[in-house]
């Protein structure tokens, strides 16, 4: 598990702060808005009881090629291939295929309602889930860009905010080119699902990936929020994990970290250890939790032999 955790965050960094559509429409606007040209500096923060994070960044895009500075450092995107810089080393990882992009059907999409954001024409989207908003946006009419994105928990209490404070559309001449790598991981498909279901809490499972040590990544979506698991066998729960938050459900103990655009949870399971990595909301991720499979521990022998020897 230790092991994993730089290639998870490689996962992590694929996705910038959005949303998916849920009509064919806003799909195709926001689908253009994926290729689109554009620099722009913005902030991220994320709340969940508490825990909090928030950071600024910097992302341009051109030429097919988006690039991403921030405090955790710089992340690369081309095509499928994404490189994240590591002191002064860049590490690769490319997915070889994944599945389309569909949506389910608890979503519902507002009519667009004129604004103005940034001084520049641009219109409000309301995502909602059983007549509950879950995502707000506000869309640049020109270029498409999402400006600002609010995701709202299940009380509608503000989750995640993400909001461009400066926006330049239109091509970046001076975009730098793919660096030299120090190394590059291929993820590829496989049709092993590990111990985990094809569908949890309405999230179905799209992709499933071979990691390193027989790790199994899968990838579920629900269309507008999407999260993975890691499962490995048990080892050592990573470092990261030690001071996190404990949180319960339904009478199950896990451990949370809060990051501006992503919640990771890691819990133990008598033989295997999990790691999810998410953007989706506080109530989706324990209704999630519930349907993957439980923590636990390695039984009555292990637990003495601790005891006894460390």
């Known amino acids: 598990m230790r092991r994993l955790l730089p290639v998870a965050l490689m996962i992590a960094s694929l996705a910038t702060p959005g949303v998916a559509a849920a009509d064919d429409e806003l799909r195709d606007i926001l689908l253009d808005a994926a290729t689109a040209d554009f620099h722009g500096d913005g902030i991220v923060l994320c709340n969940w009881d508490g825990d909090s994070a928030a950071a600024t960044y910097d992302v ?11 405090p955790g450092g710089d992340v690369l995107v081309s095509g499928a291939l994404t490189a994240v810089q590591s002191g002064a080393d860049w590490y690769g990882l ?8 569909s949506l389910s059907d608890r979503y519902t999409v507002s009519a667009p309602q004129p604004t103005v954001r940034l001084g520049r024409p641009a219109s409000i989207v309301t995502v909602s889930e059983n007549g509950r908003p879950r ?21 509608g209490t503000l989750f995640r905010l993400a909001a461009l404070i400066d926006f330049e559309p239109g091509a970046v001449l001076d975009m730098p080119e ?12 496989t049709a092993e699902p590990g111990s985990l279901p094809a569908e949890a809490a309405g999230y179905r499972r799209a992709d499933t990936y071979a990691g390193p040590d027989e790790t199994i990544q899968a990838f579920y979506t629900d269309g507008l929020f999407s999260f993975s698991i890691f499962e490995s066998e048990r080892g050592e729960r990573p470092e990261a994990f030690d001071d996190a938050t404990r949180f319960e459900v339904e009478g199950e103990t896990y451990r949370r970290l809060v990051t501006p655009s992503h919640v990771w949870v890691h819990w133990q399971a008598p033989n295997r250890s999990y790691l999810l990595v998410g953007d989706l909301p506080p109530d989706h991720i324990e209704q999630v939790l519930t349907e993957l499979p439980e923590p636990g521990n390695r039984g009555l022998f292990v637990r003495m032999w601790r005891r006894l020897f460390g």
């Open 178 to 189: 793919m660096p030299p790598l120090h190394s590059q991981t291929m993820v590829m498909p």
């Open 94 to 101: 490319e997915v070889g295929e994944w599945s389309a992009w």
């Open 60 to 70: 341009t895009r051109s030429g097919g090629m988006s690039m991403v500075h921030g």
């Open 135 to 155: 995502a707000r946006l506000i869309i640049d009419d020109e270029s498409t860009i999402p400006l600002v994105t609010e995701i709202l928990d299940g009380d």
